[in-house]
């Protein structure tokens, strides 16, 4: 991700050295993300990310880390915190909380087919099942509640049709989570953030196989379906329209379903949640592009991907066919 703190080899090492992984034989920073710094790490102990983060507190980050150490430890794919002699997995660098997983094998797959979408949805419900016990409690910080503080600061850098596409999208979602039923939606941890970028596969062309999700620093506690929603919206959509492949996002609900089968309101309300994950992100690109912070290497995505893509779910509501 962006990197905003310089890391040096010698601060680098010291971290390694603290937590017995090692002689530093490489540091690297990395340009995808916006949000914390990232640098690949290795050492003759294996391959690792060292992050350091940029707005999350030392209060916050427990949540996040134990929750990857609980996916970890439950069997699920996910980078495991490396842990000092006392056990703890949060670490400090230039002040900043920071902490180093290893590394996951594999790549990304960038351009997925139903194969990759079914092995994101079986194991997105897993994860699920997995983080139900998990007794850290921190709320979705990118939730309705960030929407409302937000859109008002990145409104004037709108046109009007923008401007009232955003506004009342808003008004649908605030009706929307006053709901009975969207109060009554399971819930649990959940990624918040399971783009295809975010997602590794290992193995052969045509028979890569799932090797795990990272990146859980937008995790928090919200509904599976809002969850669901921001993995179709990524996974099964034609990026360059924003439109939905339907095949592609029936076989990833029908995967998560495999795993933990969505109750009648859930599918009820995934047109209007589909619409709630399209929403969340065009607004924090609207934030991330209008309003960037400095860093040595930055690459803010483009906001106008996820209006298209909310226009798309307006326009064409979609429920998941039950057999």
């Avoid at 540091?27 to 003759?44: D, K, P």
């Avoid at 069997?75 to 949060?90: F, H, K």
């Avoid at 509640?145 to 008002?152: C, G, K, L, Y």
Wanted: with cysteine; net charge negative.
């Amino acid at each position: 991700m962006a990197v905003f703190t310089e890391v040096t080899q010698a601060e680098a090492q010291a971290l390694l050295s603290r937590l017995d992984l090692g002689t530093l034989s490489s540091l690297r920073g990395i340009t995808a993300g916006i949000e914390n710094t990232n640098y690949f790490v290795s050492s003759e102990r294996g391959d690792y990310v060292l992050t350091v983060f940029e707005r999350l507190s030392f209060e916050q980050l427990p949540f996040y880390l134990r929750l990857m150490q609980h996916l970890a430890r439950k069997g699920v794919a996910v980078p495991d915190p490396q842990a000092d002699a006392t056990g703890e997995i949060l670490h400090s660098i230039q002040g900043k909380p920071a902490a180093v997983v290893n590394r996951l094998r594999g790549g990304h797959q960038l351009a997925p087919d139903l194969f990759h979408c079914e092995q994101v949805g079986a194991g997105l419900a897993r994860m699920h099942l997995a983080g139900q016990d998990f007794p850290l409690q921190q709320a979705n910080l990118r939730g309705l509640a960030w929407w409302r503080e937000t859109v008002p600061v990145v409104l004037p850098y709108l046109d009007a049709p923008q401007a009232e596409l955003i506004g009342a999208e808003l008004s649908f979602q605030n009706a929307l989570a006053a709901s009975a039923e969207v109060a009554e939606l399971p819930r649990g941890p959940i990624h918040a953030d399971l783009f295809r970028d975010n997602v590794m596969f290992d193995g052969l062309p045509g028979r890569e196989r799932l090797s795990g999700f990272f990146d859980f620093y937008f995790a928090g506690v919200d509904s599976f379906l809002f969850d669901l929603s921001v993995c179709i919206n990524d996974w099964c959509i034609d990026l360059a329209s924003g439109r939905l492949d339907e095949q592609r996002a029936q076989a990833f609900v029908n995967a998560y379903e495999s795993v933990r089968p969505l109750s009648g309101a859930e599918h009820r309300l995934l047109p209007g949640m589909l619409r709630a994950a399209a929403l969340r992100f065009w607004i924090s690109r609207l934030w991330d592009f209008h309003l960037p912070r400095d860093a040595a290497l930055l690459k803010p995505h483009d906001p106008t991907h996820f209006e298209r893509v909310l226009r798309a779910r307006i326009a064409e509501p979609w429920h998941a066919l039950k057999d």
